[in-house]
């Protein structure tokens, strides 16, 4: 059974950092993508950053230069680095992942707050 877990979050002050980790079990990382989504209230979910088997990263214009994904050596896991945080960042965040197959999974979902 694949399985996305989810570590990280919290409340944090505008400017601070968070780190966000999630680790894929019941599959290997290999042919596909893993990375975040996030959703604040009243709001469609959007993609955040995403990294591919190749390294290949992506990320939304919103959070580009303050946050950084990267895969776990070793590990099916990936974590994302936050940095200078704002207040629009609040929201819940994803891990989601795409594995061979396809195959499509997400996580729980961990909270982030950015206070003013």
């Known amino acids: 059974q694949v399985q996305l877990v989810e570590d990280g979050g919290g409340l944090v002050q505008a400017g601070g950092s968070l780190r966000l980790t999630c680790e894929a079990t019941g599959t290997p990382f290999i042919n596909g993508y893993m990375g975040w989504f996030r959703q604040a209230p009243g709001k469609q979910r959007e993609m955040v950053a995403r990294?591919?088997?190749?390294?290949?990263?992506n990320y939304a214009d919103s959070v580009k230069d303050r946050f950084f994904i990267a895969k776990t050596h070793g590990k099916n896991a990936i974590e994302l680095q936050m940095f200078n945080l704002k207040p629009e960042d609040t929201g819940v965040y994803y891990c989601?992942?795409?594995?061979?197959?396809?195959?499509?999974?997400w996580g729980q979902g961990t909270q982030v707050t950015v206070s003013s």
């Open positions: 989601h992942g795409l594995f061979p197959g396809p195959q499509e999974y």
């Open positions: 990294i591919h088997d190749d390294l290949t990263r």
